[in-house]
């Protein structure tokens, strides 16, 4: 299986890239499409990782779990995200997280002996996509920074109303759906499910949101 130029050119991965350097890319560096069915892992922790991979479709979620098997949801990666080129491109391979496909999903795989190989002849497209690379990368961390300073808040509610108040902020509105069910909220903010149903509740109680399953409305400024 292979994708097309127009399946992808608007994804900042191939942004500045024209279709013949996209497609000379694709056969050179050995790039390919795989897919995944919902709920099967794509890599587990201690394998190794030899691919940059970028979501066609669906959604990853790259998991830490403790040897009680209590998982935590660190980032999750929707369409044109990477995932995999922390371990692909550092100097141990393997990895130390779970990358869950949490719905279907296909994704393309960039081998990293590929992206690393650096010649003197390198053409100009083949520096874009590095360049793109790097700008994904540096997107990513400040995801998980984010995520950082929402779970280094004290309580659960604290943790709610900062994680509400990105979306809020991203979607330019007080209103929006949360990517992540019940479930996958919790472990996402390292909280009980039943300890996030009773908060929500309560902050619904206290004026504070309304929300309607996966759809919220902040009753606060956020934006």
Same mark, same amino acid.
């Given at each position: 299986?292979?994708?097309?130029?127009?399946?992808?050119?608007?994804?900042?991965?191939?942004?500045?890239?024209?279709?013949?350097?996209?497609?000379?890319?694709?056969?050179?560096?050995?790039?390919?499409?795989?897919?995944?069915?919902?709920?099967?892992?794509? !890599?587990?922790?201690?394998?190794?990782?030899?691919?940059?991979?970028?979501?066609?479709?669906?959604?990853?979620?790259?998991?830490?779990?403790?040897?009680?098997?209590?998982?935590?949801?660190?980032?999750?990666?929707?369409?044109?995200?990477?995932?995999?080129?922390?371990?692909?491109?550092?100097?141990?391979?393997?990895?130390?997280?779970?990358?869950?496909?949490?719905?279907?999903?296909?994704?393309?795989?960039?081998?990293?002996? !590929?992206?690393?190989?650096?010649?003197?002849?390198?053409?100009?497209?083949?520096?874009?996509?590095?360049?793109?690379?790097?700008?994904?990368?540096?997107?990513?961390?400040?995801?998980?920074?984010?995520?950082?300073?929402?779970?280094?808040?004290?309580?659960?509610?604290?943790?709610?109303?900062?994680?509400?108040?990105?979306?809020?902020? !991203?979607?330019?509105?007080?209103?929006?759906?949360?990517?992540?069910?019940?479930?996958?909220?919790?472990?996402?903010?390292?909280?009980?499910?039943?300890?996030?149903?009773?908060?929500?509740?309560?902050?619904?109680?206290?004026?504070?949101?309304?929300?309607?399953?996966?759809?919220?409305?902040?009753?606060?400024?956020?934006?």
């Amino acid at each position: 299986m292979k994708t097309h130029y127009n399946e992808v050119k608007e994804l900042r991965l191939f942004k500045n890239i024209k279709e013949e350097e996209f497609n000379r890319l694709y056969t050179s560096m050995g790039m390919y499409v795989k897919r995944y069915k919902k709920g099967s892992y794509i !890599a587990l922790s201690e394998e190794p990782v030899r691919c940059v991979s970028i979501v066609l479709e669906g959604v990853v979620h790259m998991e830490s779990e403790d040897v009680w098997g209590n998982r935590t949801i660190l980032v999750f990666m929707n369409r044109g995200d990477l995932f995999g080129e922390t371990f692909a491109c550092g100097t141990s391979q393997a990895s130390v997280v779970n990358f869950l496909a949490a719905r279907d999903v296909v994704a393309l795989n960039i081998p990293f002996q !590929a992206v690393m190989q650096l010649t003197p002849d390198m053409d100009r497209s083949q520096v874009q996509l590095m360049g793109n690379i790097l700008t994904s990368i540096a997107d990513k961390n400040v995801r998980l920074m984010q995520k950082l300073d929402i779970v280094s808040k004290r309580t659960l509610r604290e943790k709610l109303l900062t994680y509400f108040s990105l979306i809020a902020r !991203a979607h330019g509105s007080n209103e929006f759906d949360v990517p992540l069910g019940r479930v996958g909220l919790g472990e996402y903010l390292c909280a009980d499910r039943s300890a996030l149903t009773r908060e929500l509740s309560r902050m619904r109680d206290d004026g504070l949101i309304e929300y309607e399953k996966n759809h919220f409305r902040l009753l606060v400024d956020a934006i």
